[in-house]
Nanobody, 130 residues
Framework: QVQLVESGGGLVQAGGSLRLSCVSSGRTFSTYAMGWFRQAPGKEREFVAGISWSGSSTDYADSVKGRFTISRDNAENTVFLQMNSLKPEDTAVYYC???????????????????????WGQGAQVTVSS
């Protein structure tokens, strides 16, 4: 069982920055691919960024490319989401999630699909004011 706890959310003005953290309680954190998703009021949950278990592969939604950076520290059981140049449309609850490390071909996995993730945190609110 993996428990995930997000922190670092808050209120920021447009153009500002925030850094989200997600700490895992499990000892096997380094064997999971990790992802960040977000859900705005009245909208479906959407993929934001993902990182493979080793950190060698990352992927981003087009809407955040060049502004957000995902990283991980396996020694600290933590995955981060650095968010720069924030926009009001980034306002949402942000969730971290854990997925199996390899796909069916044995390659390190970074999934964009929420249904493929097995464990989820409780979410952190990010509000960007204009």
């Amino acid at each position: 069982q993996v428990q995930l706890v997000e922190s670092g959310g808050g209120l920021v003005q447009a153009g500002g920055s925030l850094r989200l953290s997600c700490v895992s309680s499990g000892r096997t954190f380094s064997t999971y691919a990790m992802g960040w998703f977000r859900q705005a009021p009245g909208k479906e949950r959407e993929f934001v960024a993902g990182i493979s278990w080793s950190g060698s592969s990352t992927d981003y939604a087009d809407s955040v490319k060049g502004r957000f950076t995902i990283s991980r520290d396996n020694a600290e059981n933590t995955v981060f989401l650095q968010m720069n140049s924030l926009k009001p449309e980034d306002t949402a609850v942000y969730y971290c999630a854990a997925d199996i490390p390899y796909d069916s071909s044995g390659l390190e996995k970074v999934s964009l699909a929420a249904y493929e993730y097995d464990y989820w945190g409780q979410g952190a609110q990010v509000t960007v004011s204009s």
